[in-house]
Structure formats: structure tokens, C-alpha cells
């Protein structure tokens, strides 16, 4: 439940005070015309005397009841255009609250459904009605500073007989029950007819107070299909009791309510369903190949928009490289996050199998394609080696990546734009550069660096001038930290530059050392898994891990000697040493190796099983010229 003082609103409804009418006060600038439109003169008395306080007494004046429907009907229109101002459940619900107190009533409580239904969704049993929100008027300290003692003096508005906060928290509607009638029925009541009279206790709670007379109105919430709720208004003893004109008040208040609550709970179930589909899009996590350090981030256009077209990946490939991709679907409907989602898994099918990536983006181009006419997108895509210290980018329209020098110095990479995914019959060219150990790429889409203040080009050289900007402050030997450098960029959009969503991925090249790479050619004959052995017994004694001699040597033999088997060119033999040792082998045939269980007679079959037993990690993939099978070892050097 919730009270809250009202300030220049609440003087409205004491208008009635014959001492307070000439006494304007100065109101809020914002909410003065809210003030002035909203306000409903008490109704007339019925005869009396006249204004000069003698001759004979007068009828009901025709001019002041116009006048007081004009004002009922100014009322309507402003509260109904502050509920409707209302996105999500809470703020429809206060809009309520706030149009109604004080200037209608003076004490509102709103009962919602428990749990509410969703669009066609049955509702759960039993009927449970849970108090969202209460209201009533209080005078606050800045309402009375204007006062006169008096008037300082003079009770609030809500008097003990009812003030029914607090009220029940539920109340179970039962059926056939005197409750249940009234809501079947939809019309707003005056709580003093005999339906409310024995519905009121059952929402409000036994031994509460329900105002005498016409002083409150008990008016069922309905949606588009059912009953969703109820708000009952409620009027103190110092104001006028609610008219039969006031009854259509209350209708209008109700249905405007149930009707935003009704397209409140059906957005928020389908932005749930937008952030839930968003999510599984994106990568949960990013990878930790080995040479490379990775960082991202993703920010929706809005709060109230979480869902689009963006994404990131980082795929690791044989040879210890890694993939990079970053794209835009264009839209940022639920359409357009499916969309990237189908292009994101071919991307990923496409990298296992080790394709060069203007090959990935031409069969990302056909898949657009058949995914319908309009399906466009602009993806980017990178292959960086860290034993060769070089990447390979190949791009489709989409905006150039930055790379970020050790020293401090931004460049933007010239790499030939290409047309966006999905145009059809255009080819991709890519290109191979340097990537010195210590760089940072920093590839994103065009919302960080596109909006309605500033074109593309414009927000591209302001990056680069922040990533060198935030370089130098780090010095020339250090580089900044990578997630410090995706929050700094993000740090550049202005309150008006939010008008996509945007992702970003950061990779800083840290590279494998020759020194740390031992790389051979074995002929696939039977002296090749001997050969093998010694080749990798000097590299480890090298490196000063003998006590991994013996179980690598061993796993290197099974795995060279399943390679011979199968291979009609030299195989390949690569030891790479980091925070582990990663052995890889290749050969030219497609078959992958699998684990299978070799009987107690079979003098084959067990060499995976062994692989599997000692190795710390392994795999095999995939290549367009065969498949490499690989295994891990831990070191112990940290």
C-alpha cells in the first residue's frame, strides 16, 4: 500500500470550501494545466437561497450543471490520457491512482488478478485478487504552508470511518459468490446498493469499514476477454458523495485501466520473449583460445527495445586460430534477431569447417538468399593465426575494423567493403595483414558510430581518436586493459547517439613466440610414428618438460599411427607450447576418428581410449583438405 502526500492537486477537490475558492495558490508550472482541466465542481445543493441571500428559492441552475459536465469531461480525457501515457504494468496503475486522487476521490485501491493471464491464456484457479496500489490523500507540509492556522488545524480528508488502508492484500473470489456477481456484471456500483454492500467485505477484508451513502464506487476491471481486476474509490465526509454521473467516471477510468493493463501484460510477455530470444543468440561466453585475449559487449537500442539484429561470435579453428565475426541484420524486430540467429549458426557451421573467409561470406550470402528477397545484412569477418602473427579479414559491407597499436597508435584497416549479405552475385575479397603481439582489434557495428547527429566516417574517427586517447594514457609499453577499453568506447555515446543497438568485440593479439612452436613433415609410412616420438621427446627436453615425455610420446604415437593409416600425403606433426602443451596432428582424410570400445581380442582400437584417459582436453575437425585431431596437456607452468 502506498500514501502519498499531494501537493498543488491536492487542493483540488477542497475547492468545495466556501473559504478556500478565492484563495488561489501558486501552482507547479508543469502541472498547472493538468490542474486547471481535471477539476470537477461539487454538484449543486438543490434549492437555496439566492446569491444576494434573499427572494424566493431557486431551481438547479442549468449553466452550472453544463458546466460541471464540461468539467466531468475535461476530467475524463486528461486521466485517460495519463493512464494511456503508461508502458509497463506499475506505471498504468499509478497513472490510475494519481488521475483519480484527489481530484475524483480521495482514497483509491486497485485489486489485480493473481497470476494476471496473457492474451488467450486461461486463467489459473482459484480467483485471486492481490492489492497492486493504494492511494489517498494526505496534506503534505508544502500544502499547508500556505494555510491558515485554521485551515492548518482542519482534520485531513480522509476520515477514520474511511480511511480503509490497510486493507486485504487478497481476497479469493468465490464463485456464485456476492463479489464474483458484481464483477460478472462489469458496471461500476455505488457502495452503498446491495451488491456492493456484500461485495465490499469480501474484497476488502471481514471487519472493515465501508462508507455510508454514496461515498464509494466498487467498479470491476474487464480486459478484452475477462475480468482482470477492480478499483474501488472511495470519497471522505468533508466533499461531496459521488453523483450518477460519476458512475460513468469510474466506467471509463476502469475500462481505459483494464485495456493498458491488458496491452502491458502482453508487451512485457513478448519483450520477455525478445530478451530471452536476444540472449540465446549471443554467446554466453566468450572463448579463451590460445595467443588471443577477448572482450565484449552488447547494448540494446533501448530498454523498451532490447531485441535486434546485432551479433558477435569468436569460433576457435585448427592451429590454435580463432574466427572473429561481427554483424548487423538490418531491422530490430523479433524477425530480424531469428534471422541472426540463422546466420550466426551458419557462420559457425561454416568456420568448423575451415573455410577462408570471403568463402564464409559468400555462402552467408546464399543462405540470406533463401531466407527471402529482403534479408539483409552486413557481417565482417577474421581469421587471426597466433603462430604467424597475422589475420585474415574479409568484409560485407559492413563498417571497417579498428586495430590498435602497442604504442598507442589507431588505425583504421583498409579493407575492401564488399556488398551486404543477401544481395546476390557479388563476390568477397579478403585480406591478409600483420597483427603484432600487444595489438588490439576492435571490431562493432554501425551503432556505435553512426546516429542522427553524426554520419558513419565521423563516428569511425572519433573512435579511432578514443582508442589512441585511452592508449596513451597507459604509456607506450603497456596496452590498456581490455575491459576498461570496452566500457571507455561505449563512454563516447552522447544522450543522442542511442538509435541501434550495438555490439562490439575486442581481441588483443598476444601471439605464440616461434621459440614456442616445433613444426614437422612426417612421410605416411610405418617409421612415422617412431619418428614422431623422438622428434617430440627433443622438443619437450627443450622446453624443459621431460616429465611429460612419457605420456606424450605415448598419445603422439597412437595419434600419428591412426593418421599413416588413412593418409596419402605427408602428415603433419605440431607442438605448441603456452600455459599448456597442444599437440596436432593432420593429414589429408576427411574421416574423423571415434572412440569405440575394443574387445579383449582386438589388437586395435585403443588408442583414443588412451587419449581420452590422459589428455587434459581433445578433438578432431574437420578441414577442407582433411582434418586435424589434437590433444592438451597441462604443463603446471602458470
Not at 454521473?245 to 496491452?263: R, Y
Not at 563512454?491 to 541501434?500: A, F, I, K, Q, T
Amino acid at each position: 500500500m502506498t500514501e502519498h502526500p499531494t501537493s498543488h492537486e491536492g487542493r483540488q477537490p477542497l475547492a468545495a470550501r466556501p473559504q478556500e475558492r478565492t484563495r488561489p495558490r501558486q501552482r507547479d508550472a508543469a502541472s498547472a494545466p493538468a490542474a486547471a482541466t481535471t477539476a470537477i465542481p461539487a454538484p449543486a445543493k438543490g434549492p437555496g437561497p439566492t446569491a444576494a441571500g434573499s427572494g424566493p428559492a431557486a431551481g438547479p441552475d442549468p449553466q452550472a450543471a453544463a458546466r460541471r459536465e464540461g468539467d466531468r469531461l475535461r476530467f475524463v480525457g486528461a486521466a485517460t490520457r495519463r493512464i494511456a501515457r503508461g508502458i509497463d504494468l506499475d506505471e498504468i496503475v499509478l497513472g490510475l491512482c494519481r488521475a483519480s486522487v484527489p481530484t475524483f476521490s480521495d482514497a483509491i485501491l486497485v485489486y489485480l488478478r493473481d497470476p494476471l493471464p496473457v492474451g488467450d491464456e486461461r486463467p489459473v484457479n482459484p480467483f485471486v485478487l492481490r492489492l497492486r496500489r493504494s492511494d489517498r490523500l494526505r496534506l503534505s507540509n508544502e500544502i499547508t504552508d500556505g494555510l491558515s492556522e485554521s485551515e492548518r488545524l482542519r482534520p485531513a480528508v480522509i476520515d477514520p470511518q474511511t480511511d480503509l488502508t490497510p486493507a486485504a492484500e487478497l481476497c479469493e473470489v468465490l464463485p456464485g459468490g456476492a463479489l464474483a456477481e458484481v464483477l460478472r456484471g462489469v458496471r461500476p456500483v455505488f457502495g452503498d446498493s446491495a451488491a456492493a454492500r456484500a461485495a465490499l467485505p469480501e474484497l476488502l477484508g471481514a471487519g472493515r469499514t465501508v462508507p455510508s451513502g454514496h461515498r464509494a464506487i466498487l467498479a470491476p476491471l474487464r480486459g478484452r476477454r475477462r475480468v482482470i481486476g477492480a478499483a474501488v474509490f472511495l470519497r471522505g465526509t468533508e466533499r461531496p458523495p459521488f453523483e450518477a454521473n460519476d458512475l460513468l467516471v469510474a466506467a471509463q477510468l476502469a475500462t481505459h485501466t483494464a485495456l493498458g493493463i491488458d496491452k502491458a501484460v502482453l508487451y512485457g510477455r513478448e519483450a520477455y520473449i525478445a530478451d530471452e530470444l536476444q540472449r540465446t543468440m549471443l554467446p554466453d561466453s566468450l572463448p579463451q583460445p590460445t595467443g588471443v585475449r577477448l572482450a565484449s559487449r552488447y547494448l540494446p537500442a533501448a530498454e523498451t527495445a532490447r531485441v535486434g539484429g546485432d551479433w558477435y561470435d569468436a569460433i576457435p579453428l585448427p592451429g590454435s586460430r580463432v574466427a572473429l565475426v561481427v554483424g548487423d541484420v538490418m531491422g530490430h524486430s523479433m524477425t530480424s534477431a531469428a534471422i541472426m540467429g540463422q546466420l550466426r549458426t551458419t557462420a559457425q557451421t561454416l568456420a568448423g569447417l575451415d573455410l577462408p573467409p570471403q568463402e564464409v561470406l559468400h555462402h552467408l550470402d546464399e543462405q540470406a538468399q533463401r531466407l527471402g528477397s529482403d534479408r539483409m545484412a552486413t557481417c565482417l569477418y577474421a581469421v587471426y593465426d597466433p603462430v604467424a602473427h597475422r589475420i585474415t579479414i574479409a568484409n560485407a559491407g559492413h563498417p571497417p575494423p579498428v586495430l590498435l597499436h602497442l604504442g598507442g597508435h589507431a588505425e583504421v584497416l583498409r579493407v575492401p567493403p564488399g556488398a551486404p549479405i543477401g544481395v546476390g552475385g557479388v563476390d568477397f575479397e579478403a585480406v591478409e595483414l600483420d597483427a603484432p603481439a600487444g595489438a588490439t582489434l576492435l571490431l562493432y557495428t554501425d551503432g556505435l558510430v553512426e546516429s542522427r547527429l553524426r554520419d558513419v566516417w565521423t563516428g569511425i574517427e572519433q573512435l579511432r581518436e578514443r582508442l589512441a586517447t585511452t592508449a596513451r594514457l597507459t604509456g607506450p609499453d603497456h596496452s590498456p586493459p581490455l575491459e576498461a577499453l570496452c566500457d571507455d568506447v561505449l563512454d563516447m555515446l552522447g544522450p543522442g547517439d542511442r538509435d541501434d543497438d550495438i555490439a562490439l568485440l575486442a581481441a588483443r593479439f598476444d601471439g605464440i613466440a616461434p621459440s614456442d612452436v616445433a613444426y614437422w613433415f612426417l612421410e605416411p609410412e610405418d617409421s612415422a610414428p617412431g619418428r614422431a616420438r623422438r622428434l617430440a621427446r627433443r622438443a619437450l627436453s627443450r622446453w624443459g618438460l621431460d616429465d611429460l615425455s612419457d605420456s606424450v610420446e605415448l598419445l603422439v604415437s597412437e595419434v600419428v599411427t591412426n593418421a599413416v593409416r588413412y593418409a596419402e600425403r605427408p602428415v603433419t606433426l605440431r607442438l605448441l607450447r603456452t600455459d599448456i602443451l597442444r599437440c596436432e596432428v593432420g593429414d589429408d582424410s576427411p574421416q574423423l576418428p571415434r572412440q569405440r570400445r575394443a574387445r579383449d581380442m582386438d589388437e586395435g582400437g585403443r588408442g583414443l581410449f588412451l587419449v581420452n584417459r590422459l589428455a587434459r582436453r581433445w578433438g578432431a575437425t574437420r578441414l577442407s583438405s582433411g582434418k586435424v585431431v589434437w590433444f592438451e596437456m597441462p604443463t603446471g607452468v602458470q
